[in-house]
């Protein structure tokens, strides 16, 4: 399985994106999905994470009311919304699969297949 990160870009504060995070094969309904973000010298960082079947979703407070996880399972894609973006959404942002739900959804290590990255950038 490989993941196909999009749609990032340069939007000014208070503006909107929707990254996409295409699957090439079917995901499993247990499987966990997620984004991290990444900025320059810092470590990766939680997003957000979903079960594939849709029972749990996580969100880190920073982006709790402003990020909305979605999925597509047609099409085997996850979106992620993101509203009222800051300056310090910055980052590149990444998309992660691991093949069942964890507890530890939030730690990049638990996962291990991710897509290559996508760039946001908000400007104030």
């Known amino acids: 399985v490989q993941l196909q990160a999009s749609g990032g870009g340069l939007v000014q504060a208070g503006g909107s994106l929707r990254l996409s995070c295409a699957a090439s094969?079917?995901?499993?309904?247990?499987?966990?999905m997620a984004w991290f973000r990444q900025a320059p010298g810092k470590e990766r960082e939680f997003v957000v994470a979903?079960?594939?079947?849709?029972?749990?979703?996580r969100y880190a407070d920073s982006v709790k009311g402003r990020f909305t996880i979605s999925r597509d399972n047609a099409k085997n894609t996850a979106y992620l919304q993101m509203n009222t973006l800051k300056p310090e959404d910055t980052a590149v942002y990444f998309c992660?699969?691991?093949?069942?739900?964890?507890?530890?959804?939030?730690?990049?290590?638990?996962?291990?297949?991710w897509g290559q990255g996508t760039q946001v950038t908000v400007s104030s």
């Open positions: 979903v079960r594939w079947n849709g029972a749990s979703t």
């Open positions: 094969e079917r995901i499993f309904s247990n499987a966990a």
């Open positions: 992660a699969t691991r093949p069942s739900w964890t507890t530890n959804y939030y730690q990049p290590y638990e996962y291990n297949l």
